[in-house]
């Protein structure tokens, strides 16, 4: 069974980084689909990047491209979120998300319903 956690969230203020790390385990780092969602109080929780497992391919929402960064470790089995320029809009608890594929897609999915395993959530605050 897929497990994955989450660190690195926290407060920041307005203009300041984050980089957030999801550690896979319980499964081989091979033929996953890798996402960050984002939920913020009162909203959906919302596709902010995805990438595969070992190949790469990242793939962002519209509005996250610029700002967000994800990449891997494939020796450590860990996805990370590099998140710059942050703004009091990107406050969120923000979750790591894996599926595994049987076909490759060219990119990995955005919608969360495509998403089987979930994190606890990280939350991330931030103050103007």
């Known amino acids: 069974q897929v497990q994955l956690v989450e660190s690195g969230g926290g407060s920041v203020q307005a203009g300041g980084s984050l980089t957030l790390s999801c550690a896979v385990s319980?499964?081989?780092?091979?033929?996953?689909?890798m996402g960050w969602f984002r939920q913020a109080p009162g909203k959906e929780r919302e596709g902010v990047a995805s990438?595969?497992?070992?190949?790469?391919?990242?793939n962002y929402a519209d509005s996250m491209q610029g700002q967000f960064t994800i990449s891997q470790d494939n020796a450590k089995n860990t996805v990370y979120l590099q998140m710059d320029n942050l703004k009091p809009e990107d406050t969120a608890t923000y979750y790591c998300a894996a599926v595994e594929y049987s076909v490759r897609p060219a990119r990995c999915s955005l919608r969360r319903e495509n998403y089987n395993s979930w994190g606890q959530g990280t939350q991330v605050t931030v103050s103007s």
């Open positions: 319980g499964t081989s780092y091979w033929r996953l689909c």
């Open positions: 990438i595969l497992s070992v190949i790469g391919n990242p």
